[in-house]
């Protein structure tokens, strides 16, 4: 049985007081339907363990393919909701093709959608979810990329001012989280005022080298600079999931799938 671990990464911020309780979270992404256990149960008990405020998708949770099934991941989905915590969940490459290409894909995001949003699931696409933990505001920004960023053998210059037509200016004072699913441009998220992006995508690299890291993206790109883990530039942050599951060429080597634990803690 594949091995699933659990990585937390612990980062620091001045907008929550010291002596209030850290903010717990807890990053999924890359799933692609995949299953873990019956009714998913392996990755709700990891979830359960973990305790987490907030249960964050960083995209790609399905497979954008034509009559692709999706069965499994909207039992994640059931499963998370009788837990009555929180859940976000943003679109990756393969969401947003479902969407943004109905002549192809037909209702199936539509449909996907739907379900989430009536089971209490947010899905904020270029939109910002709002909300409190203790005196701390915490925005939530789902970024859609367009598609041309994800296209195979092709890496395309970002300055980001695509993110700032989408989401325009964070809010002073706020604590800010991006899900941009593509880790690549971490510098601009950063500039842009993201405090800490969540990101999926490049699956860890696929086959991981020991002493240098991943080995390729899905765009045929060799060793992917931000392949897995926590990043951090002047005081900005970027956790990297290596994803949950596979499709087309489902390789992981010296690669395991990970739940990603985020706490918060303040220094405010």
């Given at each position: 049985?594949?091995?699933?671990?659990?990585?937390?990464?612990?980062?620091?911020?001045?907008?929550?007081?010291?002596?209030?309780?850290?903010?717990?979270?807890?990053?999924?992404?890359?799933?692609?339907?995949?299953?873990?256990?019956?009714?998913?149960?392996?990755?709700?008990?990891?979830?359960?363990?973990?305790?987490?405020?907030?249960?964050?998708?960083?995209?790609?949770?399905?497979?954008?393919?034509?009559?692709?099934?999706?069965?499994?991941?909207?039992?994640?989905?059931?499963?998370?909701?009788?837990?009555?915590?929180?859940?976000?969940?943003?679109?990756?490459?393969?969401?947003?093709?479902?969407?943004?290409?109905?002549?192809?894909?037909?209702?199936?995001y539509g449909q996907y959608a739907a379900?989430?949003?009536?089971?209490?699931?947010?899905?904020?696409?270029?939109?910002?979810?709002?909300?409190?933990?203790?005196?701390?505001?915490?925005?939530?920004?789902?970024?859609?990329?367009?598609?041309?960023?994800?296209?195979?053998?092709?890496?395309?210059?970002?300055?980001?001012?695509?993110?700032?037509?989408?989401?325009?200016?964070?809010?002073?004072?706020?604590?800010?989280?991006?899900?941009?699913?593509?880790?690549?441009?971490?510098?601009?998220?950063?500039?842009?005022?993201?405090?800490?992006?969540?990101?999926?995508?490049?699956?860890?690299?696929?086959?991981?080298?020991?002493?240098?890291?991943?080995?390729?993206?899905?765009q045929a790109k060799l060793f992917p600079?931000?392949?897995?883990?926590?990043?951090?530039?002047?005081?900005?942050?970027?956790?990297?999931?290596?994803?949950?599951?596979?499709?087309t060429v489902p390789v992981r080597i010296?690669?395991?799938?990970?739940?990603?634990?985020?706490?918060?803690?303040?220094?405010?």
């Open positions: 049985m594949t091995e699933l671990e659990t990585r937390t990464f612990e980062i620091r911020t001045e907008k929550l007081k010291k002596e209030e309780r850290p903010l717990r979270l807890l990053m999924l992404a890359d799933l692609h339907n995949g299953q873990w256990g019956s009714g998913q149960s392996r990755l709700l008990e990891a979830a359960d363990a973990f305790s987490a405020d907030m249960i964050l998708c960083a995209g790609d949770m399905v497979l954008g393919q034509e009559r692709a099934g999706m069965n499994h991941t909207l039992e994640l989905f059931e499963g998370l909701a009788k837990r009555r915590i929180p859940v976000i969940a943003a679109n990756g490459n393969h969401e947003s093709r479902m969407r943004q290409m109905p002549e192809r894909y037909g209702t199936q379900r989430l949003k009536a089971l209490g699931v947010q899905i904020p696409v270029n939109e910002t979810y709002r909300t409190c933990y203790g005196s701390m505001q915490v925005h939530i920004h789902g970024y859609e990329m367009p598609l041309a960023y994800y296209k195979k053998f092709c890496f395309r210059p970002y300055d980001g001012a695509d993110l700032s037509e989408k989401l325009g200016v964070p809010e002073a004072g706020a604590y800010h989280i991006l899900m941009a699913h593509n880790p690549v441009y971490f510098k601009q998220y950063a500039k842009w005022g993201a405090d800490l992006t969540l990101a999926g995508h490049l699956h860890g690299g696929l086959i991981r080298i020991p002493g240098i890291g991943g080995l390729v993206t899905p600079r931000y392949d897995r883990g926590l990043f951090e530039r002047k005081g900005k942050y970027l956790a990297v999931s290596p994803g949950l599951g596979g499709h010296w690669n395991p799938p990970w739940l990603v634990g985020i706490v918060i803690k303040g220094t405010g």
